[in-house]
């Protein structure tokens, strides 16, 4: 019977066979079950492999002479500048290793605002007569360059005053070559001085948080001259196959799947976290580290995460500048071994609505040139007590400045994650454990106004004594905290996967600076007074304790009530991009930034300027996409399935005549109705959703059009998805055009 209808519909005309898009689909699928894994050919020891493309401290010394080898020792240790000889030394050292490796050309490496890094080559050849050339590499080529990247973001600055910028070498992150080139870190700056990149203030902000916190540590020590900042990233990421993402323009465009159901499995099951990761995904990770290996990156962690098709890598942590370098790195060389695989990386903080989001959890801490780690509980009263020192000056320093560290993790990708499953949510607190809580609280409770007697300060050091035992036996450790202790680091977790940890590292280490520079002050006023070290620093804690304690949260982040009761406690929940950036109008902050040397009123201005044009730029694809896609690939294939019904139910009324015909046709009539009520108000908010963006199109303020974009055009998007997912759910499978999130995220 239905092949009848289904002849006499073809003679009906109304079936039009246009299925491109959906055999693409299908295409696409085909080859990825039959994908097999590509091993690399690799047996030996990785310890063998480690840094063999860096020019690191060890090939500097074979390769330099020895007043050079020193000079740029100090230089990177100590960020001072290589005279004229030396840097032309280091760059003909550096220039025979490179061609040794098998490099032809160098590039300085530098992290423009816009998220990732950028390169452009030089060949080392020059010619030097008719046939005749040389390999050519010196210290001006070094230490100074400059791209012509008058498209790089700059909020203004260059295009008001100076339409040149320039890269200049920053020789504390050593140099490597990838592939045929010799990269060497820079940073980016405009020709006027100021900074275009995440790496100089963030070389600033190490600089100021070196120095507030050397002045600190000597309370204790007097041994201690340098304080390095510590980061240990963790990355999270998904992966799918190449072809399916080939076959998803949002996924290509944006990054993240604007549209699709969730799956009927999803990761209810949590059957992915630390499950045993799938053969083809191994062979791309173990040939992704290899290659990060043997560029210095101590990546040693990978295992599942907790989403279908995601996963997780770390190293061992290193000096937070070095760390960020080699976090950039990876998620390049990532990208690049995942298309020999036939995968695609998805950055993305949310590729995929209804799963788990991606992090980029930073462990952070500070470590002392004697080999102290300022944040783990030491072995007796007097280190713990630096200890807690540092312990509460960071707690108080989150607490000051939480609307700062808000922004620094804000984006539009990062929007998504924020809140929803599995992630922190918006609202910036510090989880510490219940022991070191119980200690705080003691603490706050124990310490006398007055003057201490010796008793008392007696006390108060055994309990500080017992530090360690406590932590050792707190395992409590609470996943849903933006902000973690977590024994001897903190670790800040709402961090988005695709960020540059920069954005979050200078805030966190200019806030900190700041923080122990207000601390050694008020200490000093208290001895000046008369009061004993110990004493004056306790009490001082004391009072931090009691200020900061409202940022303090031990319990579940991510249910309802805490956004109610952080509500009541005044802390702030902010949603949205645009809204957590005004916090960079501030005067304060404009003036901690300066105050620290980090980042210039105009810089500020700037940088400000930049996030809110990358928020529009990226919600204005987004908008667009959805547009087209629905226009282009939704609407075509739920008329054409609906074609298929109509002339079905025509066919059956035709045979049944019209009552018995329709009676019979109850489903496919249901179907026909439901499409037509999701195309139209699909339709209906698509529509609506561009008239607010030619409005929004004509503000021109960078603030304002992100305002617009968030409210106006944004808040259209959830509508929009809502039924063209149920038109994926109606529309026969064969005619959907785009790869459906259960063929996305299951790789076998
Ligand atoms: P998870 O959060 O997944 O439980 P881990 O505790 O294993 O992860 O995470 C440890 C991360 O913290 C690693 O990347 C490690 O290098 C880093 N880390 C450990 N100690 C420090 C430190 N002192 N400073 C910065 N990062 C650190
Ligand atoms: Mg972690």
């Keep these: 019977m239905i092949k009848k209808s289904n002849q006499q519909l073809k003679k009906g005309n109304f079936v039009k066979k246009n299925i491109k898009m959906a055999t693409k689909r299908l295409n696409a699928y085909q080859d990825v079950l039959n994908r097999e894994p590509k091993h690399i050919e690799f047996d030996g020891k990785l310890s063998d492999l480690f840094g063999q493309n860096v020019f690191h401290i060890d090939v500097m010394r074979e390769y330099l002479p020895s007043e050079t080898y020193k000079s740029m020792l100090e230089s990177a240790q100590n960020g001072t500048r290589l005279d004229r000889k030396n840097a032309d030394q280091v760059a003909s050292a550096m220039k025979d290793w490179a061609i040794s490796k098998g490099a032809t050309h160098y590039t300085h490496w530098f992290q423009p605002l816009t998220g990732t890094t950028a390169e452009k080559h030089d060949a080392f050849f020059k010619p030097i007569g008719p046939g005749k050339a040389i390999e050519r590499f010196d210290g001006d080529l070094l230490v100074q360059q400059e791209p012509d990247a008058s498209s790089f973001p700059n909020g203004g600055i260059r295009n008001t005053f100076e339409a040149r910028g320039y890269t200049a070498w920053d020789p504390s992150s050593p140099a490597f070559v990838i592939g045929k080139t010799l990269c060497i870190p820079t940073i980016f700056i405009s020709y006027t001085g100021e900074s275009l990149d995440y790496k100089m203030p963030l070389l600033k902000a190490l600089h100021a948080i070196d120095g507030a916190a050397v002045e600190v540590c000597q309370y204790f020590d007097k041994n201690v001259n340098k304080v390095n900042a510590t980061l240990g990233w963790e990355q999270e990421y998904f992966l799918i196959d190449s072809a399916l993402f080939n076959a998803r323009p949002d996924i290509m465009l944006t990054g993240r799947a604007l549209f699709g159901h969730a799956p009927a499995k999803g990761q209810q099951l949590e059957d992915h976290y630390f499950g045993s990761i799938p ?23 990978r295992h599942n995460e907790v989403a279908p098709n995601q996963f997780e890598c770390a190293p061992i942590f290193e000096e937070c500048n070095l760390a960020n370098d080699h976090n950039l790195l990876l998620m390049d060389i990532m990208e690049k071994t995942a298309r020999k695989h036939n995968f695609r990386v998805l950055l993305h903080e949310k590729p995929f609505a209804g799963v788990n989001g991606s992090g980029k959890h930073n462990n952070w801490s500070l470590s002392t040139n004697t080999g102290v780690n300022l944040l783990a509980p030491g072995k007796n009263p007097k280190s713990n007590l630096q200890f807690l020192t540092f312990f509460v000056n960071t707690i108080m320093a989150i607490h000051e400045n939480a ?4 922004a620094a993790i804000a984006s539009a990708g990062n929007d998504h994650r924020l809140g929803a499953n599995e992630a922190p949510p918006a609202i910036i607190s510090v989880f510490i454990g219940s022991q070191l809580s119980q200690l705080l609280d003691d603490l706050e409770k124990n310490i006398k106004a007055g003057k201490m007697t010796p008793q008392d300060k007696t006390e108060l050091k055994l309990n500080i004594g017992k530090i360690p035992q406590i932590l050792l036996d707190n395992t409590d450790r609470n996943r849903t905290s933006p902000f973690a202790f977590t024994g001897n680091k903190f670790e800040f977790r709402a961090v988005g996967s695709s960020a540059n940890c920069g954005s979050a590292m200078i805030v966190l280490n200019t806030i900190m600076a700041k923080q122990l520079r207000v601390f050694k002050k008020a200490v000093d006023a208290r001895i000046d007074k008369g009061e004993s070290k110990d004493e004056a620093i306790l009490k001082e804690l ?16 991510y249910g309802d009530e805490w956004v109610i009761e952080a509500e009541k406690r005044g802390l702030s929940n902010l949603k949205d991009t645009p809204r957590a950036l005004q916090i960079w109008h501030d005067k304060n902050v404009a003036k901690l930034f300066d105050e620290m040397g980090v980042l210039s009123p105009r810089e500020l201005d700037a940088r400000r300027e930049i996030e809110f044009e990358n928020y529009v730029l990226k919600i204005q694809i987004e908008s667009r996409l959805m547009g087209d896609l629905i226009q282009n690939n939704f609407i075509p294939a739920a008329v054409e399935y609906q074609n298929k019904l109509i002339s079905n139910v025509q066919g059956l009324m035709h045979v049944l005549g019209d009552k018995a015909g329709k009676a ?9 109705e439901k499409i037509s009520m999701h195309m139209n108000k699909m339709k209906a908010a698509s529509d609506a959703m561009l008239e607010q963006r030619k409005i929004a199109n004509k503000l021109e303020h960078a603030e304002e059009k992100a305002l617009a974009y968030c409210d106006h055009v944004k808040s259209h998007f959830d509508e929009i998805r ?14 959907w055009p785009l790869p459906k999130f259960r063929e996305m995220l299951f790789t076998r």
């Design 279 to 301: 053969e083809r995904v191994n062979a791309f990770m173990r040939e992704f580290e290899v290659e990060s290996l043997k560029l210095g990156i101590p990546v040693t962690t």
């Design 403 to 406: 609307g700062l560290l808000r």
């Design 722 to 735: 809502y039924h063209a997912d149920k038109l994926e759910l109606l529309v026969e499978d064969e005619l």
């Design 542 to 557: 004391q009072s931090m304790i009691k200020n900061s304690k409202k940022i303090r949260f031990e319990g579940n982040g």
């Design 664 to 672: 019979a046709a109850k489903a496919q009539i249901e179907i026909i």
